[in-house]
C-alpha cells in the first residue's frame, strides 16, 4: 500500500554556481523557487496499479524521488507499506566499474534485501536478465537496453511490497518490454502495489486500474484510465499549440500561385479530442478554404508522412470523383475523416490545393507538415509493420484415410 498525504517540494535556482556559495556566506537570498510538487495526495492499494501520466517537468520523477527516499519533502506524508523498489532513471544506484555480478549485491543491499537474500535470489535475477557472460562485464561497457534489463531484475525480485515504474522500462526492446510486463501483472495478482509512469498511453490503458495527470507540479485529475488519457492528449494538444504559436501566419512556407489557400486547419482524434490519437481511431481533419477568385475545378489532397518522412498514404478529391468549385471571395469549411489503422508514431500532413489530379500544372496553394498529430498505442489488436491491413483466415480440416 501507498498513501500520500499534502506532499510538496520546492527547489532553490540559482543563476550561477557562485550565487550558492553568496547566499550561504552572506545569508542574503540570490536564488528563486520552483514548486515541483503541490499539495498531492493519493493511495495505491494492495493489488492495484495507478498510472502517473504527465508532460516533462510536470513532476513526476520529483514524485517517485520523494517516494523512494532519494529527496525528502519539504512538507506532507509519505506512508509505504513494506519494502518498496523500482525503476526510477536508468542507471540510478548503479557503479559503472562494477561488474553486473558486483552490481547485483551493491543494489540490492541499498534496496533493503540481506547478503542471504541476495544469494538467494541471484541466480534468478541473471536468468531473467538474460544477460550470459556479459553479466561479469563492467557495467560501462552495457548498452542502455542492458541496464534496463539488470535494473528490472532487481528491483522486481527483491521482494517489494509496492513497485514504482518510470519511463526507464521505454528504452528496452519489444520482447523484454513484454516479459516485464507479464511480470507486473502477476505481481499484481501477489498483491503488490504498483505506481505505473509511462508514456505509453497504450500501456498505461491496459495495464492500470486508475490513474493521475500531474501538470505543473498538481494533480489535475484523478480517475479511469481513458479519461486520465484524454485530458493528457488535451494538455499535450494545447502544449503543441503554444509551442507553435498556433502558427498565425499558417501557410508560412506554403507556395502556389494562392488563387485559393487553406487559411486554418486541425486535425484531432474522434475520441481523444486531441493531436494523439490511438491507432485505429478516426481522425477528424477540419479544414477552412478561402478563394481568391472564382475557380470552377478544385482539387483537395492530403498525403501522412512518418517521421522519416516516408509516404505513409495519401489521396486527392479528383481520385475520390468529387468536384469543387469555388465563387470568388466563398469561405469553405471541408471535413475529413479517416481511419488512422497505422503503427504508433509521430506523423504529418501535408495539404495541397491544384487543378485535376496533380499540382503539376494549376498549384494553387501547397505546405508540407501543414498539420501534425501522433499515434500513441492501439485501439484493437496490436499488429506489426506500418499499417493494419484487413485479413481473412480460413482452416480446413484435412481427413486422413
Known amino acids: ?40 495526495s493519493f493511495s495505491v492499494s494492495p493489488g492495484e496499479v495507478l498510472g502517473v501520466l504527465g508532460r516533462n517537468g510536470a513532476g513526476k520523477s520529483t514524485l517517485l524521488k520523494l517516494i523512494t527516499g532519494v529527496l525528502l519533502p519539504d512538507s506532507g506524508e509519505i506512508e509505504v507499506d ?21 552490481n547485483i549485491i551493491a543494489n540490492g543491499l541499498m534496496l533493503g534485501m540481506s547478503h542471504a537474500e541476495i544469494e538467494e535470489q541471484r541466480n534468478e ?23 534496463m534489463r539488470l535494473a528490472f531484475s532487481i528491483a522486481i525480485h527483491a521482494d517489494p511490497r509496492c513497485f514504482l515504474v518510470d ?5 528496452g526492446d519489444g520482447y523484454f518490454q513484454q516479459k516485464c510486463m507479464k511480470k507486473i501483472r502477476e505481481f499484481k495478482q501477489r498483491g503488490g502495489s504498483i505506481l505505473f509512469v509511462s508514456h505509453d498511453l497504450n ?67 474522434r475520441e481523444s479530442l486531441a493531436s494523439s490519437i490511438s491507432s485505429g481511431e478516426m481522425l477528424d481533419i477540419q479544414l477552412e478554404l478561402e478563394a ?14 512518418d517521421r522519416f518522412g516516408q509516404d505513409i498514404f495519401g489521396f486527392n478529391t479528383f481520385q475520390l470523383g468529387e468536384t469543387l468549385s469555388f465563387a470568388a471571395g466563398e469561405r469553405r469549411f471541408i471535413r ?15 495539404a495541397a490545393l491544384h487543378s485535376r489530379e496533380h499540382h503539376l500544372d494549376d498549384c494553387y496553394w501547397w505546405c508540407d507538415g501543414y498539420l501534425q498529430f501522433e499515434v ?19 482452416t480446413d480440416t484435412v481427413n486422413k484415410s
Open 82 to 102: 513494506g519494502r518498496i523498489t523500482g525503476l526510477l532513471e536508468l542507471g540510478t544506484g548503479f557503479n559503472p566499474e562494477l561488474t553486473g555480478l558486483q
Open 292 to 305: 481568391k477568385k472564382s475557380i470552377e475545378e478544385v482539387t483537395l489532397g492530403l498525403l501522412i508522412r
Open 336 to 350: 475529413i475523416s479517416i481511419c488512422a489503422d497505422i503503427a504508433p508514431g509521430k506523423y504529418t500532413l501535408t
Open 203 to 269: 500501456a498505461v490503458k491496459m495495464l492500470c486500474d486508475r490513474a493521475l495527470v500531474i501538470e505543473g507540479g498538481s494533480i489535475v485529475f484523478q480517475g479511469s484510465p481513458d479519461d486520465a488519457v484524454n485530458v493528457y492528449n488535451r494538455i499535450m494538444a494545447r502544449q503543441a499549440e503554444e509551442e507553435e504559436g498556433r502558427r498565425a501566419d499558417r501557410d508560412q512556407g506554403a507556395y502556389g500561385s494562392g488563387e485559393i489557400q487553406i487559411i486554418q486547419g486541425k486535425a484531432t482524434g
Open 125 to 147: 535475477i541473471v536468468e531473467f536478465s538474460e544477460l550470459g557472460a556479459y553479466i561479469d562485464e563492467p557495467l560501462r561497457t552495457y548498452s542502455s537496453g542492458m541496464t
Open 167 to 171: 519511463e526507464a522500462l521505454s528504452v
Open 376 to 394: 500513441a498505442g492501439f485501439k484493437h489488436n496490436i499488429f506489426s509493420g506500418v499499417c493494419r491491413l484487413p485479413i481473412e483466415m480460413v
Open 1 to 40: 500500500m501507498i498513501e500520500i498525504r499534502r506532499l510538496e517540494k520546492t527547489f532553490k535556482l540559482f543563476d550561477r554556481p557562485l550565487d550558492r556559495f553568496r547566499e550561504a556566506v552572506t545569508g542574503h537570498v540570490h536564488h528563486s523557487c520552483y514548486k515541483a510538487l503541490d499539495d498531492i
